[in-house]
């Protein structure tokens, strides 16, 4: 028996991960793994979630790489457009720090996924505005 924790432990109790093994998922593990995740319950319990998957490491950073210009055309580039870069658009030292905690990784999602992506905070002028829930 081995004392590391198996992947539906780690799926079970952890909210995110951010280290990733460059090892292969073998196609009947990925699948196990795409069909428990359509258990999870949503927000509306509805369970909408579509699936698309990139083995392809050129592909992946395309997709990355259209999601970073989606997330810059709503952050820096709006701050741009209203002469105000010198004070917002980006997380700076001294930049108005208006933000907002996304429940999921926008830079890994395909960029028409992007638009379903919930908010769980809010926070205008250093005050939370606005919190999802636990």
Sequence with gaps: M??????????YSTRAMRRLKPDVVPEELLLKLIDAANQAPSGSNAQTARWLVVREREQVRRIAELNRKAIEAYTASAAHAEF????????????????VV???????????????????VTIVGGRVVYHRGP
């Design 102 to 120: 996304l429940g999921d990784d926008v830079f890994a999602l395909p960029p028409e996924r992007i638009r379903d992506v919930k908010v769980d």
């Design 2 to 11: 081995t004392d590391e924790p198996g992947i539906f432990d780690v799926m």
């Design 84 to 99: 105000q870069e010198t004070n917002k658009g980006s997380l700076t030292p001294g930049k108005i720090a208006d933000l």
